[in-house]
């Protein structure tokens, strides 16, 4: 059983800043790709920003120059450092991990999600 425990959303004013967490915990050999999705109301789930174990990154245009991604490979901890915040960035957050675990019959890897934490950027 894998966890993924989220934090730092919250209001903020357009212009301002938000850093989000993701730790992960549980039964973990590696995790692969982490990454932050978002749903803002009436759109389909987005992918914002994504990293790799090695630390390549890549983002959505809408993000690029305002969002850095990052992780402690030692901690199993993805960050989301969001500034220059705008309304349009308003939405549920997630944080995704493939995780790689140990069974009594081999390892297998899968997705895993966090709950969800709101950002909510006001004009």
């Known amino acids: 059983q894998v966890q993924l425990v989220e934090s730092g959303g919250g209001l903020v004013q357009a212009g301002g800043s938000l850093r989000l967490s993701c730790a992960a915990s549980?039964?973990?050999?590696?995790?692969?790709?982490m990454g932050w999705y978002r749903r803002a109301p009436g759109k389909q789930r987005e992918l914002v920003a994504a990293?790799?174990?090695?630390?390549?990154?890549n983002y959505t245009d809408s993000v690029k120059g305002r969002f850095t991604i990052s992780r402690d490979n030692a901690k199993k901890t993805e960050y989301l450092q969001m500034n220059s915040l705008k309304p349009e960035d308003t939405a549920v957050y997630y944080c995704n991990a493939q995780v790689r675990s140990l069974t009594a019959w081999g390892t297998f890897e899968n997705d895993y999600w966090g709950q969800g934490t709101q950002v909510t950027v006001s004009s």
């Open positions: 549980g039964n973990i050999l590696s995790i692969n790709v």
């Open positions: 990293i790799t174990s090695g630390g390549s990154t």
